[in-house]
């Protein structure tokens, strides 16, 4: 009997050995448990250590719950063929959703930065910059999410997609927007990562504090070659083929790649982009926590040579 039969007959269904699911599920289980750990102590931080939790806080916490619902879904990083025909229709309805929370993810971590840096100056040419670049974040959510949800002319049909009837646009118009949103959203992470790198060269003086400064705002540099990588597998696929060693490069505009295959490499570099931007914000509301855990070690540190120093002025 053909594998694919028995593999539709089982309740259970298990990726094929060559899916992507088994790299990129472990991946995003990783990246997770790191950005709620880093949001638990960011809450720890803001709430008993400074006693000022904002808005910024909150905006760090959606932007986890968001980052966390929009996961590899079941099917992706798989050849369409390789998926059972009896999950496809479930595969297929939950796009839309997936899509929809990718977007907001992005959109709340981007705000939860920009909501951050009020706390860094009320300069007036910066305090610009970050409304300026807030009205970008919410102009590309909204013509995504507007988009999305004119897809088909019942709005319902997005996720019936069993409906005979339904009529929606084509998938190279979706992915025309999408490549749209991912240019946009590079050019934005960009700003947020030039926003407060400027204002601390404009304030602060030369030294290691801004040095450590401006070093852990560049974590958001990784956020941005994530968003590049994502604008890549949008625009280009890759193949490498294992018996020349060469990586072909070409336009893939189809379907029956995209929508499984591709999309699970997608997700995985879209979900990765969430959450560099989500430490991005993270990282810089831990200093009071840092400054805390260094002084404490330092004066462990302190106590145990001076301990030992004692020992040997005792010692005959």
Known sequence: MNSSHSILSSDVWVPPPDSRAYILTPMLITVMTISSLLVLLRLITRIFLIKALGVDDLLSVASLSANMKAGIQEGEGTHIHEVPIVKLPHYLSLVATNELLFIFSLCIVRFSNLAFFFRLSRDKWFVRGIYAVGFLVFSITLIAVAFILSKCKDVRDLWNINNPNRECKSF???????????????????????????????????????????????????????????????????????YVYTLQLSSDLNIETIITYKVGVISLWGGIEGHLGLWTACFPALQPLFRLAGAKLSISWRTQAVKERHTSYDKP
């Open 172 to 242: 190279n118009a979706e992915l025309s927007v999408m490549i749209f949103h991912a240019a946009m959203g590079i050019f934005i992470d960009m700003s947020i990562l030039a926003l407060p790198i400027w204002i601390v060269f404009r304030k602060m003086k030369f030294s290691p504090k801004m040095v450590r400064v401006v070093l852990i705002f560049c974590v958001g540099a990784l956020s941005i070659i994530a968003g590049v990588l994502r604008l890549i597998y949008h625009v280009l696929n890759f193949d490498a083929d294992m």
